[in-house]
């Protein structure tokens, strides 16, 4: 039996949640188009005959400009420690990033392996090899693995190549375990994400969703949902809210429906929109959101 924890890191935008989700075989991170849509250390717990694999999911390695992208920048930065593999995911159709955004993976002294994701948009696949020769010279990786996080291409061989070089040891978490995230925390993400759907610029990037209340009622049977999501202005609450609520609802709506299908049980999602000022720059609602901010 093979046990251990696994990062996955690497820029923003590479598709590390979607990797995450596709080889866990369930959605526990949540994904857009936009780069920077995971804020916090999300996990991913793949049990198997043979072995646990805690996978890491992280925000893009990335310069922090404010004190939610200092938070996010050193949560990055911190996927490596105190994990057995380190995998770096990549777009393969972009450029290799600047030096310092890879000095963490540098910086490792145990296995890494790269995923060279997003292969399915290479065409022709002839482009490939030099892509995968160029990686070769980065960073000294034990495996670099084409995948497609979007399509299941080699994700079967990434996790071999995983589950390699795993020590031997006793699962972290009882079987059936998928995330050690609370389900207020998983609740709050698919708010999040159905905001990241439907609104544009500046918008989704400035909201917080804190649930207030998540309890399991009967008659009707049903899990009852009260959260509020939080904006930096005034203008930005309008545009969430829409004309006559229609915005709101429409993220409630496809929340709702993402949560049923999580839960399966019927499910009553209260959603209200408020304002804290400038809270991406306030470290106290910062930790009040659940965005621990430690040296």
């Not at 892509?131 to 990786?141: A, G, L």
């Not at 996790?159 to 925390?185: N, S």
Request: some cysteine.
């Amino acid at each position: 039996m093979r046990a251990g924890f696994v990062s996955l890191i690497g820029p923003p935008n590479a598709g590390k949640s979607t990797l995450l989700n596709r080889l866990v075989g369930q959605k526990l991170a949540i994904v857009s188009p936009r780069p920077q849509t995971t804020r916090n250390r999300i996990t991913g717990i793949l049990g198997r005959p043979d072995a646990q694999i805690v996978f890491v999911d992280t925000p893009g390695l990335h310069e922090g400009r404010s004190r939610l992208g200092e938070f996010m920048a050193r949560t990055a930065a911190r996927a490596v420690e105190d994990v057995d593999v380190v995998c770096l995911v990549v777009d393969a159709t972009a450029a290799v990033p600047a030096p310092a955004v890879l000095a963490p993976v540098r910086a490792f002294a145990g296995p890494r392996i790269c995923a060279l994701n997003k292969v399915d948009l290479l065409a022709p696949r002839s482009r490939l090899l030099p892509v995968i020769e160029r990686w070769r010279h980065v960073v000294p990786f034990d495996e670099i693995v084409p995948v497609s996080a979007a399509d299941g291409t080699n994700c079967d061989r990434l996790l071999e190549c995983v589950v390699a070089r795993l020590p031997e040891h006793a699962p972290f978490f009882p079987p059936g375990t998928t995330t050690d995230q609370p389900e207020t925390f998983w609740v709050a993400e698919v708010i999040r994400e159905q905001i990241f759907h439907f609104t544009h610029q500046e918008v989704p990037y400035a909201t917080a969703v804190r649930v207030e209340e998540l309890v399991e009622r009967q008659d009707p049977e049903r899990l009852y949902v009260r959260a509020t999501v939080f904006v930096e202005q005034a203008s930005q609450r309008g545009i969430l809210i829409g004309r006559g609520g229609s915005m709101l609802k429409r993220i409630g709506s496809e929340a709702r429906r993402e949560l049923e299908a999580f839960f399966g049980i019927k499910v009553f999602l209260d959603l209200r929109v408020d304002v804290r000022r400038n809270w991406r720059k306030d470290e106290r609602a910062l930790r009040e959101f659940g965005f621990l901010l430690t040296s």
